[in-house]
Structure formats: C-alpha cells, structure tokens
C-alpha cells in the first residue's frame, strides 16, 4: 500500500488512491478539454469564480432504491415524501431528462451525474441515459451504484456508454456489517464478484474509462472495518472513499449513527461557529422532478432556487442562488437555516 494518496475538497469526504489521483488519470485520456473545465472547478472550488451557468448538473432520476439502508432517505419515506415536497417520483420520463442536458449542452456544462437518492441501474435502460449526455458533449459523467444489478450484460453497456467515473457504495468490508447497513441487500460476496466482472471485463476491453471506486459512509457500525475495506479494494478500484456521516433528515435523531470519533456538533451548541465555507452553491445544482435545489443535502428542497419549467440558468443567476452564494463566500452559513443544520450536524 505504497504510494497512497489522500485529498479532498471539503474534509468531510476523502478519497484515496494509489498512484496519480483520479483527476489526473482522467485529464491523462480526455486531455485538454477536461483540464480547461477543471481550471474552472478549482476556482468555483475556492469561491473564486461565478460561472454564467453551473459547472455540474446532479439529477435526482427518480426516489426508489432496492435497499432500505437506515443512513438515507430512502428507509424514511415519510421524511422522504417531506422532503420532496409530497412528489415521489419512481422515473424522470426521457424526454425530460433530455430537456435537463440539452439545456445544458446549450450552456457547455461540462458535467453531470444522473443519479441521486436511489439505485440508477434499477433503470434497466440506464445507459441510454448516460450516453445520451455524452453524445451532447458532457466531458465528465458519475454515478453511484450499489452494483447489485451489475450484470455482465450492464457492464459491458455502461463501458460502451461514455461514463467517466463509476463509484461502488458498499459501506462494509465483512458480509455481516455489509447486511445489518445495508438493509434488503444481497449478499456482499455477490457484490464483489459483479464488481470484479465490472473490472475485468474493463481491463480485457482495455478501456481507460470509468475511473472506478468505492465508498464508506463512515458510522458507529462500520467504523471498525475502514482499514480493511481500504486494504481490500485499494489495489483493485482507482480510488477508496471515506465519507462523514450526514443525517439523511433534519426530522429524527441519529446520535447512535456518528462514529466514535464525531460528535453531532449542533447538539454541543446552539451558539457554535465553525469555519466552513461550501462550494456546492458555486459548482451545481440538483435537480429533483420539477425543483432546482442548491446542493445534495437530502433536505435541501428548503434551499430551492427555482422550478425546472423556468429553466436551469434562470434559477442559477437568480436572488436566491446569489444569496446562497454570498453568505458561504463571507463564511456567514449560519444566515440560513438549513445550511446551519447541515454544517452542524456533521462533525469532521
């Protein structure tokens, strides 16, 4: 495990990876046209720069999962349906996803993710979708799957599709953990074995893209299996993620799920300020059926900055996202309420 890497953009999610990082062994296929958007991202990134229209667009495709996992959402469908506005979708028909990346393409976005709170290959044409967005040139396109319907079939199809980054949740290293946090799963051995397929056939096909990785939402229950998660997967994915733990709503108390070494800060002090500035408001926007939200908290619907019906760019120039953009940029969070809950509850 030599020559590992560890970088992050915000403290609360660390990637790791074993040579180069993922940005550079993107930038080393796609060349020129990646590094001018990633110029533009490190600025948007520091709070620097306010582009005409956002960097990245992050779409919720639709609310359904095949896993009830306690640490999101989707096990809390009465605050799911709150926080959604009553609209729980179960597919964003094409034709709309079309409208969302062609405005984009018009634009010159330069990434996208179609795929929020559920699992994208329960959309059993999901690569349609993904391709869809590069053939209207989105240089950088990323998902997240819990990879148990990755047949040889869908990886091939996903290989072939234009995705530039594929990231495997797992959040467990031993198939007992993997079953009490990953509620309704198959089993972990099933999981890594579609995986590895996923894997060899990329190297037998000898394509560079996706660069691959997985995740661990790190909580009381796992905590004890993040060495050997990293030790597992290090040599075989381009990057291991470690992610803080985010309540997946602002309604119930999930005390019992920070790890020993995190604290819910807001339960500390009502009064307390810490240093944060985000970025999201700066490099996206997440689209929700019809709502444009500011960030991917999933209790963000609170921080809507305008409908879809009004168009993309129309809600990233308006008050709202200016607004947003301003209090994070004079470090000032706690003016807005659901930002105060997010950045407090969330111990580093």
Not at 30 to 59: A, I, M, Q
Not at 81 to 96: A, L
Request: charged letters at 25%; glycine letters at 4%; one cysteine or more.
């Amino acid at each position: 495990m030599n020559n590992i890497k560890e970088y992050t953009t915000d403290n609360r999610v660390i990637h790791k990876s074993q040579g180069d990082d993922i940005v550079q062994k993107i930038g080393n296929v796609l060349g020129k046209k990646f590094w001018d958007y990633r110029e533009k991202w490190d600025k948007v990134n520091k709070l620097e720069l306010v582009t005409d229209f956002p960097l990245f667009l992050h779409l919720d495709l639709f609310q359904v999962c095949n896993y009830a996992c306690p640490h999101c959402n989707i096990a809390h469908p009465l605050s799911l349906k709150k926080h959604y506005d009553g609209e729980i979708s179960t597919n964003m028909d094409f034709d709309k996803y079309k409208k969302i990346v062609d405005e984009g393409s018009e634009y010159k976005c330069p990434s996208i993710e179609p795929q929020g709170v559920n699992e994208p290959l329960l959309i059993k044409d999901f690569h349609k979708y993904v391709k869809y967005a590069h053939d209207r040139n989105f240089i950088d396109i990323m998902i997240n799957t819990n990879a148990s319907a990755l047949t040889a079939k869908r990886s091939q199809q996903l290989l072939d599709s234009g995705i530039t980054r594929l990231r495997f949740s797992l959040d467990a290293a031993t198939a007992e953990t993997y079953k009490k946090v990953r509620v309704g799963s198959i089993p972990l051995p099933k999981v890594v074995k579609n995986i590895e397929t996923f894997l060899n056939l990329k190297e037998k096909g000898n394509y560079k893209l996706p660069i691959t990785g997985v995740s661990m939402c790190v909580m009381k229950a796992n905590q004890h299996e993040k060495e050997m998660f990293e030790k597992f997967w290090i040599n075989k994915v381009d990057m291991v993620t470690f992610q803080s733990f985010q309540p997946p709503n602002d309604s119930q108390d999930f005390t019992s799920f920070y790890p020993d070494n995190s604290k819910p800060q807001e339960k500390n002090s009502q009064n307390l300020k810490i240093e944060f500035k985000c970025p999201q408001p700066f490099q996206r926007v997440v689209i929700r059926n019809d709502n444009i939200t500011a960030c991917c908290n999933t209790f963000s619907n609170q921080l809507s900055l305008g409908k879809l019906k009004d168009g993309i760019y129309k809600a990233w120039n308006g008050a709202l996202a200016n607004e947003l953009r301003r209090i994070h940029r004079c470090g000032k969070y706690y003016e807005n309420p659901t930002c105060k809950v997010c950045v407090e509850t969330t111990s580093n």
